[in-house]
């Protein structure tokens, strides 16, 4: 049969099949390989004697936190109280590319916005849009819903965006407060922190202390380069350009020009900065 791991606890591993969850262990062969099952994994197992056959190829991985195949991460970004992070906003989403994840944008305390205000901000996410990202309010729940569906999807974001009364509304049997979300799942003080995906609908969603310290040290510099996805746009003279210190760089013109925004490529030159190889 075939299921996806759900939660490792030592050497079980939680199986989720047609809504049913067995508890498994691995076959000696899968260890010999090098091969280390993970949150996320799809596998064939056999349910009679509770044993993972084969972990089947990934479509991707995460270091920190140790989960696969994610299908599409949701960046919690707060407009205001906090306000908006466009710095964190573009290392998630440089994260996310790096690891081919669909990148969802949703937008929090919207509210909270003068008119003024609103125009300006709305005029940068508007850029994010073109860009080909989508862009939600946390005000569509049932449209977030239905993101969801037949999706393990990982939500992340700024500290105090929103993402625990966001879950609260996406699945009211947690039926807690604000705030309480992570002790309820086994995030409390004083519990062992698991990776863990769980079922809303016909989709999963991650539930993990999530990607706080992004570490993009391991990523060559090329990589992040492109991870900056308008920069390919933009054909430079030479391939290897970082759109840095080069001359004839499109990319630099591009940004003088006003074509790309001019605090996206700041916090690129920051990302090579901070993680040269």
Same mark, same amino acid.
């Given at each position: 049969m075939?299921g996806?791991?759900?939660?490792?606890? =030592?050497?079980i591993h939680v199986?989720?099949?047609?809504h049913?969850?067995?508890?498994?262990?691995?076959? !000696?062969k899968i260890?010999?390989?090098n091969i280390?099952?993970?949150? !996320?994994d *799809?596998?064939?197992?056999d349910?009679d004697?509770?044993?993972i056959e084969?972990? #089947?190829?990934r479509?991707?991985?995460?270091n920190?936190?140790?989960?696969?195949?994610?299908d599409q991460?949701?960046?919690v970004?707060s #407009?205001?109280?906090?306000?908006? +992070?466009?710095?964190?906003?573009?290392?998630?989403?440089?994260w996310?590319?790096?690891?081919?994840t669909k990148?969802? $944008?949703?937008l929090?305390?919207e509210?909270l916005? %003068?008119?003024?205000?609103?125009?300006?901000?709305f005029?940068?996410?508007k850029?994010?849009?073109n #860009?080909?990202?989508?862009?939600?309010s946390n005000t569509k729940?049932?449209? $977030?819903k239905?993101?969801?569906?037949h999706?393990?999807t990982v939500?992340?974001?700024q500290t105090g965006?929103?993402?625990? %009364?966001?879950?609260?509304?996406?699945?009211?049997?947690w039926n807690l407060k604000t705030?309480?979300?992570?002790?309820a799942l086994g995030r409390?003080?004083?519990?062992? =922190?698991?990776?863990?995906?769980f079922? $809303?609908g016909s !989709?999963?969603?991650?539930d993990?202390?999530?990607? +706080?310290?992004l570490d993009?040290?391991?990523f060559?510099?090329?990589?992040?380069r492109? +991870?900056?996805?308008?920069?390919?746009?933009?054909?430079?003279p030479?391939k290897?350009?970082?759109?840095?210190?080069?001359?004839q760089c499109?990319?630099?013109q591009a940004?003088?020009?006003g074509n790309?925004?001019q +605090?996206? *490529?700041r916090? *690129?030159?920051k990302l090579?900065?901070?993680?040269?190889?």
């Amino acid at each position: 049969m075939k299921g996806q791991i759900v939660k490792i606890i =030592r050497n079980i591993h939680v199986v989720e099949c047609n809504h049913k969850k067995y508890n498994c262990t691995c076959r !000696g062969k899968i260890r010999n390989k090098n091969i280390t099952p993970l949150v !996320g994994d *799809y596998v064939t197992f056999d349910k009679d004697n509770l044993v993972i056959e084969e972990v #089947l190829k990934r479509k991707n991985f995460f270091n920190r936190p140790l989960v696969a195949n994610i299908d599409q991460a949701i960046l919690v970004t707060s #407009l205001k109280e906090p306000n908006l +992070s466009l710095d964190l906003l573009d290392k998630l989403i440089s994260w996310m590319e790096l690891h081919h994840t669909k990148i969802i $944008i949703c937008l929090t305390k919207e509210d909270l916005l %003068t008119k003024e205000e609103k125009e300006e901000i709305f005029k940068k996410i508007k850029y994010y849009q073109n #860009l080909g990202y989508m862009v939600i309010s946390n005000t569509k729940i049932k449209d $977030i819903k239905k993101l969801l569906e037949h999706k393990t999807t990982v939500f992340t974001g700024q500290t105090g965006a929103g993402k625990s %009364t966001l879950l609260n509304k996406l699945n009211p049997n947690w039926n807690l407060k604000t705030g309480e979300v992570s002790k309820a799942l086994g995030r409390g003080r004083h519990t062992t =922190r698991v990776v863990e995906l769980f079922t $809303i609908g016909s !989709g999963k969603v991650l539930d993990t202390p999530g990607f +706080s310290a992004l570490d993009f040290k391991n990523f060559p510099a090329l990589e992040l380069r492109d +991870s900056f996805i308008e920069f390919k746009n933009y054909q430079c003279p030479f391939k290897d350009c970082m759109h840095l210190n080069e001359k004839q760089c499109n990319v630099k013109q591009a940004v003088e020009q006003g074509n790309i925004l001019q +605090s996206r *490529y700041r916090h *690129y030159q920051k990302l090579i900065n901070t993680n040269r190889r």
